[in-house]
């Protein structure tokens, strides 16, 4: 069982100058995997900085390690990147408290190093960023930017200890969604099926986020955002928070910061208040009860 952190409904309004001003989270998800969820979960964690809140970015699962010259493996793309673009959580041990050297999907990636993906390893994990946040004593306001994995229904085993998937993790955090969509034939269906799954996990879809990840803007791109700024606001009532253009440099979350709807952004954030209900306090860093054994 999951620990649910469902967000409690406060306004959420930063504290007296005296108080801690508590957390908000959201959970940023994607039409599919390298359509631009890291990319533009720096860019959110930049609009959040400039408009003077205090950001983190987590990455909760994360598979694919450099592997280093003289061996071992260094720290996982996104992790460094999130931690690089978060001004309040930088340790990548914190950002990226689990990570699997293969890049592929993570259940798989785990289990080539005779491990599982357990919601009590993944939660712990979790918990630790969440601590490490909460804890700061700056009334400005402060928010953690939650990464997925792929899509939104990644599975995180494939059997029935336990049975679960990256769809539960979210609903077990209960925070409002985020959805990425990558610009490119096909993301139309994409973006509603995901937006159907989370609804489905009894989720809200706070709003949406257009990216390029190609160098080339795909046909008809203005066609295609329209439709679906028209389908993903009728039927979820998200709005797009902005289209991020194709950037390559490693400004480029600090430059596509101004694109983004921040009036937007930081409103879903305050209705989100992640409490620490249910945070595990001291928690292994590895699962060692649950690892598989060696094949
Ligand atoms: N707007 C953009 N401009 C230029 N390059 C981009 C843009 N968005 C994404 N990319 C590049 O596309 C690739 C995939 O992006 P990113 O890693 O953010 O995807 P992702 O959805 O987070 O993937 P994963 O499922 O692996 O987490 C990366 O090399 C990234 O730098
Ligand atoms: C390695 C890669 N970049 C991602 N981190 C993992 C994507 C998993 C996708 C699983 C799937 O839906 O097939
Ligand atoms: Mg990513």
Do not use: Y
Not at 264 to 289: E, F, K
């Amino acid at each position: 069982m999951l620990n649910p952190r469902s967000p409690s409904p406060a306004t959420a309004a930063p504290g007296p100058a005296s108080a801690p001003a508590p957390l908000h989270g959201l959970f940023i998800t994607g039409t599919d995997t390298g359509v631009g969820k890291s990319h533009v979960t720096a860019t959110l964690l930049r609009a959040l900085a400039a408009a003077g809140w205090q950001a983190g970015g987590l990455k909760p699962l994360a598979a694919g390690l450099p592997p280093l010259p003289g061996g071992g493996h260094g720290i996982n793309e996104d992790v460094a990147l999130l931690a690089a673009h978060g001004q309040a959580l930088r340790d990548p041990a914190l950002v990226g408290p689990c990570g699997w050297p293969e890049p592929c999907a993570p259940h798989v990636a785990a289990r080539l190093v005779g491990e599982r993906i357990t919601p009590q390893r993944v939660m712990a994990g979790i918990g630790r960023a969440w601590q490490a946040m909460a804890a700061g004593g700056s009334a400005a306001p402060r928010a953690l930017l939650v990464e997925g994995v792929g899509g939104f229904v990644v599975p995180l085993s494939d059997d029935d200890a336990p049975a679960w998937d990256t769809a539960d993790l979210a609903a077990a955090l209960g925070l409002p969604v985020v959805l990425v969509v990558g610009l490119r034939l096909g993301c139309l269906s994409h973006a509603l099926l995901t937006a159907e799954a989370i609804t489905a996990r009894g989720l809200r879809l706070a709003g949406w986020v257009a990216n390029r990840p190609l160098a080339e803007p795909m046909a008809h791109e203005a066609a295609n955002v329209a439709t679906l700024g028209h389908w993903l606001q009728r039927r979820f009532g998200a709005a797009c928070w902005g289209l991020l253009p194709h950037d390559a440099t490693p400004e480029a979350p600090v430059r596509a910061a101004a694109a983004i709807d921040a009036a937007a952004l930081q409103a879903a954030l305050r209705g989100a208040v992640w409490s620490g209900d249910g945070v595990p306090v001291a928690a292994p860093a590895v699962d060692a009860a649950a690892a598989a054994p060696a094949a």
